[in-house]
């Protein structure tokens, strides 16, 4: 499945909820899904600046270029779109993810739903991400 296509699936999914008290339940519960990530990975280096809570993403780029991302934070929410921002990016190429603008999050209303500092914190990752894929190049 492509990024383009897993946007398209998460924004499917999400239209199975009528309200966004479902929609915010929804995304903490894919935040508690996510992988355990190592204490030995909360290192300034993966750290992300610029978010409320503390957040780490550490990157790692595989075989034939597709970059995994490992990634945690000590907010439930945040975890949650962590957990969204993996299923369109993680295990892709650097091309793919350079070529795949985020365009669910206007789709979901995310920005105008999360507090200004939640959406810094979510653009905050994003660039991150992005900024690996560029580097990957």
């Not at 993403?57 to 990634?71: L, N, S, T, W, Y």
Request: proline share 4%; net charge negative; aromatic share 10%.
């Amino acid at each position: 499945m492509s990024a383009q296509e897993a946007q398209q699936n998460l924004l499917e999914e999400f239209e199975f909820f009528d309200n966004w008290m479902d929609r915010y339940q929804y995304i903490i519960d894919l935040g508690k899904a996510l992988p355990a990530y190592p204490d030995e990975w909360k290192t300034a280096e993966y750290k992300i600046e610029g978010c409320q809570s503390q957040v780490w993403i550490r990157p790692e780029v595989k075989d034939q270029g597709v970059i995994h991302f490992d990634a945690i934070s000590d907010a439930a929410i945040v975890s949650g779109l962590i957990a969204l921002l993996l299923r369109i990016y993680s295990n892709r190429t650097a091309e793919e993810i350079l070529a795949t603008p985020p365009e669910f999050l206007k789709a979901l209303g995310l920005d105008k739903h999360l507090s200004p500092t939640r959406s810094n914190g979510l653009h905050a990752m994003l660039e991150r991400i992005f900024a690996v894929a560029q580097a990957a190049q």
